[in-house]
Every structure is written in structure tokens, then in C-alpha cells.
């Protein structure tokens, strides 16, 4: 056996405990994903586990894609209710970053062609729209204001209802 000189032993020490280091980072920042996921996952109906429903496509949030729209809407939802029912678009939209902070990609982050707004607030904004068209947001409230209506607040309850069982 050749012996390795010290130095070199302690050079890769110290690479295998940054690397370790790093690793774990990395766990932390998957098992962050994977709770803010875990929230966003409609009920299973179809008798498959939820393991395998999220196995059977591709996936934004581990490609570091753009994150989809709605998956802004819970978040939306939820950050009007904490806020009071209503509020501003800033407002509801820095609750809804803190929420969503471990899904969005670096991707989501970067500007829009359009403006100088990150495209997952832009998302965000087209969510609204959405959800306003079904009611779930009052679509009368004045330019800026973001407001929950009861069927939205229903639809809410009903949506972490069905999370829980």
C-alpha cells in the first residue's frame, strides 16, 4: 500500500465534510419542495398513492421550470383570508411569495419581456383573473385590491378538507 502524505488526507477531509455539508443544504432544500408540494397536491381519487399520482408526470418545481399558475391559487387564496378577506395586489402577492418561496424556480424569478415583474407574480396576477371569472375573487373591488368572496372562501375550506382525509 502506498502511504498518502497527511496533507493530502486532511485536504480531503476537508472537501468531504464541505461536500456533506452541501448535501444537506441540499436535503433541506428538497424536503422544503416536497412540504410546499405536499400542500399544493389535490385529494387522490383514483386509488393510487400520492407517491405515484406526482411520480406519472414531469415536474416544474425539480426541473426548475417555470411553476405553474395554478399553483398560485391556494397561496392567493389563503394569503387573503390571513390578510382579512382583502387587499392590496402587493400585499397579497408578498404573502403569497413567502408561501411559495421553496417552489419557485430561478426561472419564476426572472423578468417578464413585457415589464420589469418577475414572472411569478405575473402568474400570480393571471390566477387572479382567473379565479375572479369563477368567482372565487370579487371582480368589483376597486383597481389594486384583491378581495376573497365566500364562495372562494367555500371552495378554500372544502379544497383543505379534502387535503386532510
Not at 47 to 70: C, I, K, M, V, Y
Not at 79 to 86: M, Q, S, T
Request: aromatic content about 6%.
Amino acid at each position: 500500500m502506498i502511504p498518502i502524505p497527511h496533507d493530502e488526507l486532511l485536504k480531503t477531509r476537508a472537501f468531504l465534510q464541505r461536500r456533506i455539508a452541501e448535501l444537506d443544504g441540499e436535503r433541506e432544500v428538497c424536503r422544503a419542495k416536497l412540504k410546499a408540494v405536499e400542500t399544493l397536491l389535490p385529494p387522490i381519487t383514483d386509488g393510487r398513492s400520492r407517491g405515484e399520482a406526482a411520480s406519472s408526470g414531469n415536474s416544474a418545481f425539480l426541473n426548475d421550470e417555470q411553476t405553474p399558475g395554478d399553483a398560485f391559487r391556494i397561496p392567493i387564496l389563503e394569503a387573503l383570508v390571513e390578510i382579512g378577506g382583502r387587499g392590496r395586489a402587493d400585499e397579497v402577492l408578498r404573502v403569497v411569495e413567502a408561501k411559495m418561496k421553496a417552489l419557485l424556480t430561478p426561472k419564476d424569478y426572472e423578468k417578464v419581456p413585457s415589464g420589469p415583474e418577475p414572472r411569478w407574480r405575473n402568474w400570480a396576477r393571471w390566477e387572479r383573473k382567473h379565479m375572479t371569472q369563477e368567482g372565487l375573487l370579487r371582480g368589483d373591488s376597486p383597481h389594486g385590491i384583491w378581495e376573497i368572496t365566500q364562495e372562494g372562501r367555500k371552495w378554500l375550506e372544502n379544497r383543505k378538507g379534502r387535503h386532510r382525509s
